[in-house]
């Protein structure tokens, strides 16, 4: 059925990237929800109307949490969605049925365990009968065990401390706290204090990352529009590469900093193209049994070890690479 349904799409995506007078005149409507991080790719689409321009109807509607934004998933307010791993994870716990179809940016980069200056920790074995603050049931949270865990540190040799996000950094420059684990913004913020990062996510073999989700129920009743969103996107990957200077200006106001800071926040994280989510050597590929797969599946299982989610996830039901490779295959025809 895709292959056929590819070929009608190409009516839509001529040489030249635009679409048909007659498509045009046609939008399909599609209501995305999305949060303020740094969602280059996102940003992109969005502040140049590319979605628009290949034919699709978009409608934005932000969130500041994940449960309204799960509420709106389970009423079917929203067809797509952006959310961090964690989010997605606890999402799909309470029975959301989404797929990831796409993942803009390898997050893992960008968080990390930043300390005082005057801590003495210069290496992670350091961080024995420290105070470290971080937030429970994140991506940072599994970063920081397993940060731990590559010392040989268990979280018994270190003082947790769960911090509410926007409590770490005035208890990181009060001293209350000797490090913490977390994300941009919050690391930068820590930095203008004399905070350093010692280490990344990615460097204790964590690929937490942002991903694109979108509604089971709508993709099968609009696969043609799940093709003109990852045209879009393949858009937006060629505008950001060209000039990303509208990208970091979004993230600088999203996240309430410099358009300085945001260019650095943004230049940490990789973007990740189509071509690499479909190729199965990939640490973050899509296809089945692939690297999103298994990170996935790992924080889900976390999650619940900590309580935080109370059923387990089958992370090969969420992850759905099918998308991207009938697009490529009818970008090339």
Known sequence: MYRYLGLIVMIVLVAAGGVSQAWAQQPIPVRVAWQPYNAVIFYTARDHKLFERVGLQPQYTRFTAGPPQFAAFRSESVDVGLFGTA????GASQELDYKNFYIQ???CYADGLVVRPESGITRLQDLRGKKIAFVRGTSAHLGLIKALQSAGLTPNDVTMIHTD???MAPAFA???VDAAYSWEPWISRMQEVGGRVIVRSNQVGLNTS???VVRTAWAQKNPQGVLLLLRGVDLALEEFKRNPAVAVKATAESLGVSEATAKKIIEINPVLSLEQLTDPKFDLSLLPGGGAQRMIQEVGDFLLQQGVI???IDASKI???SYIQEYLRTKQR
């Open 87 to 90: 989010g997605m994870v606890v």
């Open 105 to 107: 940016i390898a997050s």
């Open 165 to 167: 996000l926007t409590a």
């Open 174 to 176: 009060n001293r209350d």
């Open 210 to 212: 942002d991903h694109w």
């Open 310 to 312: 109370k059923t387990r």
């Open 319 to 321: 992850v759905e690479g």
